[in-house]
Each structure stands twice: as C-alpha cells, then as structure tokens.
C-alpha cells in the first residue's frame, strides 16, 4: 500500500434557510488526521468546491475541543490546508489508498449525489481501497448520525433530510 488517505471535507458554512453556522467537525478531520500522521500516510485534503472548509463553531467549544483540535487549530500550516482544499478535479483518484468522508452537519448539502465524489470514491473502492466515514460524511452501507441523535441536538428542523432514512432507503 503506497500509504496515501484522501479527506473530504465541506464547504458549507451554514444551515440553509436558517442563521446558524455550520461547517467542519472539526475534531473529526484532526483525529483521524493525527492518527495517520503518527503512521507515516501521506494525506489531502479535499472539498466540493475547493477552497475553504468551513468550521462547525460548535466543534470548538469547551469540553468539545480537545488537545487534538486545540493543537491543529493553532497550526498555522495546517489551517491552511483548511483554506485551500483541493477540489476532486485536482486530484487523481489512483493516487490514493483510503477516502475518508469527515463529518459535521455543513456535509448534508454538499456530499449528498456529489457526482465527483462518487466517482472518486468508487474507483478507490473497485481497485480495493478503503471507504470511510464518521458522523454525517456517510450514504452507504453504514453506520452514523442517528435521527435520535439530531433530534437531540436541536438541530431535526434544520437539516434538509433525514440522513438515517435516507441511507435506509438507499439501502443501508
């Protein structure tokens, strides 16, 4: 394996037809990020558009960042990756081993029939590479955000679908 993790990210900044920010968990690029980094990987980052990845606000407060994001987030090289994302078009899908699809509610809008994504992602997977996800960066056989879990998090009325039918439906 030639070591090399693909991450998608959003570039979503808010709830459509809501004022209320959203964007990146980020928590959920910077583990995952640390971890391969620890393994030697070579890692990109990309996102629909390109350019900036937004950030989640509510992934940077108190009890919620910890020494992970607090680390990243005060890493000017690596916030500038968060900037400047590649879009898929800059990319070469064979190039990379794992695609990793981050989370946070900004995905929902920008993931979801991604006709770029989805051939990136298939490729990788045909030739025999890995597909992952965590939280909202998913819409395969999976695991994820349960509806219960939105509900919760006050946000039910805010997101555009129901990512837990939907993925049931699409046959998850």
Known sequence: ??????????????????????????GELTHAYDQFEKEGYFQDIVSPLGGRSPIEPKSLEHFVADKSVLKRLNDPKFMELLENTKKPSDINWSDYDV?????????????????????????????????SSVCHGYCKKITGFAWREEILAGVAKKVPYNAEQLAKERGA
Request: aromatic letters at 12%.
């Open 99 to 131: 695609i990793y699809y981050t989370g946070g509610h900004g995905v929902m809008w920008d993931f979801l029939d991604n006709p770029e994504l989805q051939e990136i992602t298939k490729n990788i997977y045909e030739k025999g590479g890995i597909v």
């Open 1 to 26: 394996m030639s070591k090399r993790i693909l991450h998608i990210v959003t570039n979503i900044d808010k709830y459509e037809n809501v004022d209320r920010p959203t964007g990146l968990w980020l």
